[in-house]
């Protein structure tokens, strides 16, 4: 069974860093496209990095030269790294499995960016 | 950029009533257009791909229409476990996703 696990969210001021991190089970990460989507409170789903499983990436223009996305395939996880963060980063961020649509999503990880 | 809108923004439906949704694209997506359902405090789940294909486990009350640039997602039998909202995505250029569809009790 397929199962995702977000975590590393939390609080943090305006210009701050965190890392999210997304354990996966049932499958090889370094094998499929993964991607990170958030959705902002009361609000739509947006994408915002993707890691193709031949290790290129692609980031929306919103996060660009902010935000990296990795893999660690030892541990079978996905990361992203978030650097300076804004207030309109905040959102519920989701790691999911797919390049295309998205087929398997983890619970979510809160980031709330605010002094 | 390609913009996905969707209408209406709430569809009151009683149980057991059909449920069509639209969406639309700024441009042609041709058929790379998928649908999620989102119930409060959860992650979506898919149910749509390919404007037309089901997702695993999907039931059959759900069906997918369309391509290019007008897309249709219609519940057949409302059953009370859809009542939620309901998201088009396009993956023909990059990723973007529709404004949503709540689907409440009338």
């Known amino acids: 069974e397929v199962q995702l696990v977000e975590s590393g969210g939390g609080l943090i001021q305006p210009g701050g860093s965190l890392r999210l991190s997304c354990a996966a089970s049932g499958f090889t990460v370094r094998s499929n496209y993964m991607t990170w989507l958030r959705q902002a409170p009361g609000k739509g789903l947006e994408w915002v990095s993707i890691?193709?499983?031949?290790?290129?990436?692609y980031y929306a223009d919103s996060v660009k030269g902010r935000f990296t996305i990795s893999r660690d395939s030892s541990k079978n996880t996905l990361y992203l790294q978030m650097n300076s963060l804004r207030a309109e980063d905040t959102a519920v961020y989701y790691c999911?499995?797919?390049?295309?649509?998205?087929?398997?999503w983890g619970q979510g990880t809160l980031v709330t960016v605010s002094s | 950029e390609v913009l996905m809108t969707q209408s209406p923004a709430t569809l009151s439906v009683s149980p057991g009533e059909r449920a069509t949704l639209s969406c639309r694209a700024s441009?042609?997506?041709?058929?790379?257009l998928a649908w999620y359902q989102q119930k409060p405090g959860q992650a979506p789940r898919l149910l749509i791909f390919?404007?037309?294909t089901r997702a695993t486990g999907i039931p059959a009350r759900f069906s997918g229409d369309g391509s290019e640039t007008e897309f249709t997602l219609t519940i057949s039998s409302l059953q009370s476990e859809d009542f939620a909202v309901y998201y088009c995505?396009?993956?023909?250029?990059?990723?973007?996703f529709g404004p949503g569809t709540k689907v409440d009790i009338k």
């Open positions: 995505q396009q993956y023909n250029n990059w990723f973007t």
């Open positions: 890691i193709y499983s031949g290790g290129n990436t």
């Open positions: 390919g404007a037309s």
């Open positions: 441009q042609s997506v041709s058929i790379n």
């Open positions: 999911t499995k797919g390049g295309n649509w998205f087929d398997s």
